[in-house]
C-alpha cells in the first residue's frame, strides 16, 4: 500500500471572529443611529451599508467560509502507520482507531436564503481519532479536497480492521462496500 497524505489542519482555540451576519447587523445599526445622530451623513452611510451588503450577498456564491486555524504539515497513511509530520504511529500502538468525513473543499453547504455567511467549506471538518496504549485519545483534523478522496483510505482501514483496531460494521459505515477484503 502507497502512502496516502492529506494536509493536516490546527483548528483556532476559542478566537472569535465576526460573522458576515454580524458585520452586516453592525451596518444596520450604524445606519440607523447615523440617521438618529446626523442626519445630514445618513445618506452616504445608508450607501455604503447598501453596497456592502450587495457585496457580502453576491459574495455567499463565491466566497469560502474562514478558515478558523492553519494548515499545517501532513498526515500520511501508510502501511500499518499513521505519519503526522515527522511522528510515526504504528497500528500496533494503537488500541482503537476512527474517522469522521464530513465535507470537503468547495463543498457547497446550505446556509439559507437569509444569511450573507459564504456557502463553500474549506473541507476541514474530517478528522482521524485513535487511542495509544496508555489510553490517550488524539484527534488529528485534516482537510479532503476533494468528494471521493477519503475512499483511498480503504486500504488503510482493511488494515485497521484486520488488526482489531476498528470495527467490520465502522467500515463499511464509513466507506459503503467499496473494496474490503477483511
Not at 467560509?65 to 499513521?82: S, V
Request: proline share 4%.
Amino acid at each position: 500500500m502507497d502512502c496516502i497524505s492529506f494536509d493536516v489542519f490546527i483548528p483556532d482555540e476559542k478566537k472569535f471572529r465576526p460573522s458576515t451576519d454580524g458585520i452586516v447587523l453592525g451596518l444596520f445599526v450604524a445606519v440607523i443611529a447615523t440617521n438618529w445622530i446626523a442626519a445630514d451623513f445618513a445618506p452616504f452611510a445608508a450607501f455604503g451599508a447598501f453596497a456592502t451588503c450587495i457585496y457580502f450577498l453576491t459574495g455567499t456564491f463565491w466566497r469560502k467560509k474562514p478558515l478558523e486555524g492553519t494548515i499545517a504539515g501532513t498526515i500520511k497513511f501508510c502501511n500499518h502507520k499513521i505519519m503526522v509530520n515527522n511522528e510515526t504511529i504504528s497500528l500496533d500502538n494503537v488500541t482503537e482507531i476512527d474517522f469522521l468525513f464530513s465535507n470537503y473543499y468547495r463543498k457547497r453547504e446550505p446556509n439559507g436564503r437569509r444569511s450573507f455567511n459564504p456557502v463553500f467549506s474549506q473541507g476541514v471538518d474530517n478528522y482521524v481519532t485513535y487511542v495509544d496504549r496508555a489510553g490517550d485519545k488524539y484527534i488529528i483534523n485534516f482537510r479532503l479536497k476533494t468528494e471521493d478522496e477519503h475512499y483511498e483510505l480503504v486500504p488503510f482501514a482493511n488494515q485497521a480492521v484486520n488488526a482489531g483496531k476498528m470495527s467490520v460494521n465502522r467500515a463499511v459505515e464509513l466507506f459503503g462496500d467499496k473494496g474490503f477484503f477483511f
